[in-house]
């Protein structure tokens, strides 16, 4: 792709379990095919591959046993499965929307007590998102009852919590609190977020992590 011609913007939104990350996500989608916009929706863990049927038994079955290092790598190897596939489609002018991406693989792994570094180590060279939304749920009281996946548990999502605030200074991190939120009113300040984005042409090389 020649660097002065206008590509996709990779927008990621973030966020704990039950914060309305999939709400959102497919609220964006929808906006943008209404104003005529090329995009693609891209939820993390895709566990519709061979890796994410990996991941997917691990998340639903406590009993499956994996390192807490080989479960990271998984969840990993799911992004780096679709990376090319990202890349290309950027390139060619499609927008992409994810659901979860870098920052929940190092957040959900760091909280485990495993060194931050070395989590962030094998997303190294994945499409770096132009924008990232984080969908700060404050008090997890606030939102209607965890499922019973591996992590769905009030304890562990708070020190997830604790890991995804590290990235709070991060460049092109917005975070938009959701408690006491309708649905509208996070989709109207996720709008005004993508809007500047999606409204000029973006030309600068996709960035990488
Ligand atoms: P979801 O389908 O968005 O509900 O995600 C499934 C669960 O997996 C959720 O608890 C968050 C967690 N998760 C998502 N991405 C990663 C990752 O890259 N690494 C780890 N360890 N957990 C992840
Ligand atoms: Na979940
Ligand atoms: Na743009």
Redesign the pocket.
Known sequence: MKSNM?RG?LILIEGLDRSGKTTQTTRLVETLQRKGKEVELIKFPDRTTPIGRLINAYLVDKSFQLSDQSAHLLFSANRWELAEQIKQKLENGTNIILDRYVYSGIAYTAAKGLDFQWCKNCDIGLPKP?LIIFLNLINNETRSGFGDERYEIKSFQEKVKTQFELFFNEQNWHTIVVDHQTIEQVEDKVWKLVF???????TTPIDLF
């Open positions: 206008a913007n132009d500047p984005l999606v409204d000029h042409e973006t």
